[in-house]
């Protein structure tokens, strides 16, 4: 008994010992894979580091500015065809309900809206028929850039060259004629609304006064 005992004990320590090892030796190996994993991401210096960063730099510097021309260019686009659109529908609006509409131009706080004068006071009324007000889109203003309108007409300072900065819309769908100027940081639109027809002309100034519709 006592041999099978100690047989038993010494087998047993054997074991520990071998198992002991194998850990140790896997250790090691585990430790040298990681050494030669982390060898590879050791050939970037900091000064590399830092020319990239430099270059980066260099390229968003160079890139940002046309960017946010390009934003606010098709900012001041949509909110040109969103006005046009809108002085459509008024006056579609005035032929099939039969009743004056009105868009009022408040340039000072940068907003419009229309109304249903049913009353045709010329003042918008609690129980009237109301769109808006709507406000101008971030970095688009009314005025102008240029020096003159389209045809060399004038530019009021408030880029609202209407009377009384405001469209009247009859039930007919005339209207009286004017013209309201958009800009933004380099680009400037024009929507002319024409005698009688009541119809929007559009246009676009960079450098030059080019027809959209």
């Known amino acids: 008994m006592k041999g099978v005992r100690g047989l038993s004990i010494i087998g047993i320590k054997n074991v520990g010992f071998k198992i002991k090892d194998f850990y140790l030796y896997g250790l090691r190996i585990m430790s040298k894979d990681f050494l030669k994993i982390e060898s590879r991401f050791q050939g970037v210096t900091l000064l590399e580091l830092m020319v990239v960063i430099v270059i980066m730099a260099v390229m968003a510097s160079i890139a940002l500015p046309g960017m946010s021309r390009w934003i606010f260019r098709n900012r001041l686009e949509n909110q040109a065809e969103t006005m046009a ?29 229309a109304f249903c004068d049913k009353d045709e006071d010329g003042v918008w009324d609690t129980g009237e028929d109301k769109q808006g007000p709507f406000s101008l889109d971030d970095g ?74």
Not at 198 to 212: L, M, N, S
């Open 140 to 213: 688009v203003r009314f005025g102008s850039l240029a020096g003159h309108g389209p045809n060399n007409t004038t530019i009021a300072s408030d880029g609202i060259t209407i009377v009384g900065n405001r469209i009247n819309f009859s039930k007919m769908g005339s209207s009286n004629a004017g013209t309201i100027y958009l800009a933004s940081e380099d680009t400037s639109y024009a929507l002319r609304v024409l005698p009688a027809s009541g119809a929007v002309r559009i246009w676009r100034y960079r450098g030059r006064w080019e027809k959209c519709r």
């Open 85 to 113: 659109a809108l002085l459509d529908q008024v006056r579609l609006e005035a032929m099939k309900n039969m009743c004056p509409y009105r868009v009022v131009f408040l340039p000072g706080q940068g907003k419009y809206f």
